[in-house]
């Protein structure tokens, strides 16, 4: 994991360092009890995490009392973001204080379906799944490799997870289909196929197959009929 880059190597999100020369929040809400400001904003009804972040940023002191709330709100939104910008730093930042299960799993009317497969209409999808729909959809930066070797040094599963995903019972030993199906394919970007092969190896030597009998239609990007 010598190669996994640092949380703090990465852009910031939310966390609210304190500033001698930052305005004093004088307010009311600011001077509350921290269990009743808490109990405010738990309580307030659909309060969205850029709700949370502007209330927040307006006083440290709110900050450490709502920093929770903010990375849990809208079915942990930021975590997903992270997912998608394959920001490291920021995915620590929702791990350490969104109280996060490492078998999360968004819901199909949550998070859409973007694997491209023609055979596996998913219900589930786990934050690997999410990660790796950046890689399916063509894009690819060297972050997707230390994205992936994080969510395994954390317990997260990255597995392959076949059917319908109706539970993670569900998920087989081996390594995602979807890295094998997008080499053969074929790749004209040398850096895109060597961080594939890169992701591929680490996984191999953490104890995941290589899937060696794949269905077709299956593949990323399979327009057979079925």
């Known amino acids: 994991m010598s190669s996994l880059l640092p949380p703090e190597s990465r852009c910031s999100s939310f966390i609210v360092k304190p500033s001698d020369t930052r305005p004093q929040q004088t307010g009311a809400l600011a001077r509350l009890p921290v269990e009743l400001i808490h109990m405010i904003a738990k309580n ?6 850029k709700d949370l972040r502007s209330l927040a940023l307006s006083s440290a002191a709110l900050s450490d009392v709502l920093r929770r709330l903010y990375y849990q709100s809208d079915r942990h939104e930021d975590f997903q973001e992270a997912l998608k910008t394959t920001d ?3 995915m620590e930042r929702n791990h350490e204080f969104g109280g996060l299960d490492v078998s999360i799993v968004w819901e199909k009317e949550h998070v859409m379906c973007k694997c491209r ?4 209409k998913h219900r589930k999808h786990r934050p690997v799944d999410i990660l790796l729909f950046r890689i399916i959809k063509g894009e690819w930066n060297p972050s997707f490799a230390n994205a992936l070797m994080w969510l395994y040094s954390k317990g997260y599963p990255v597995q392959h997870w076949p059917g319908n ?4 019972s569900s998920m087989t030993n081996m390594m995602s289909e979807a ?12 850096d895109k196929v060597d961080g594939i092969c890169r992701i591929i190896k680490f996984l191999s030597s953490q104890g995941f197959p290589i899937p060696l009998r794949l269905n077709p239609e299956r593949a990323p990007g399979n327009t057979s009929k079925i």
């Open 44 to 49: 307030i009804d659909k309060l969205r995490a």
């Open 117 to 120: 497969n023609k055979l596996a």
């Open 179 to 190: 890295l094998v199906q997008l080499l053969q394919r074929g790749i004209n970007d040398q």
């Open 165 to 168: 995903h109706h539970s993670l």
């Open 88 to 90: 490291v730093a920021r």
